[in-house]
């Protein structure tokens, strides 16, 4: 079992930068791929960021690229997603997910375990 708890979200202008980390309990943090999602109101979950378990391979939305950065410390259980040049549209929940399959994280939200999200909110 692997529980998820998300911190770091609030209030933000557009252009500023947030850091959202993702505590993971369990010995076997370090064999998940992870990955940061978003759900916006009345929207989708949708895929934001992913990395493998050893932070080798790491896969990013287009919407995000360049903005957005997810690395991992398997020594603290937790994984990190850096969100720069922050806007409006990136007003969401945001929540990371752990699965042992990498391929599974940046293609599916049918993923093994999920934390329970914080709100960004990027004012204008």
């Known amino acids: 079992q692997v529980q998820l708890v998300e911190s770091g979200g609030g209030l933000v202008q557009a252009g500023g930068s947030l850091k959202l980390a993702c505590a993971a309990s369990?010995?076997?943090?370090?064999?998940?791929?992870m990955g940061w999602f978003r759900q916006a109101p009345g929207k989708e979950r949708e895929f934001v960021a992913a990395m493998s378990w050893s932070g080798g391979s790491t896969y990013s939305a287009d919407s995000v690229t360049g903005r957005f950065t997810i690395s991992r410390d398997n020594a603290k259980n937790t994984v990190y997603l850096q969100m720069n040049s922050l806007k409006p549209e990136d007003t969401a929940v945001y929540y990371c997910a752990a699965d042992k399959i990498y391929g599974r994280v940046v293609r599916t939200t049918t993923l093994d375990y999920w934390g329970q999200g914080t709100q960004v909110t990027v004012s204008s």
């Open positions: 369990g010995r076997t943090f370090n064999s998940y791929a």
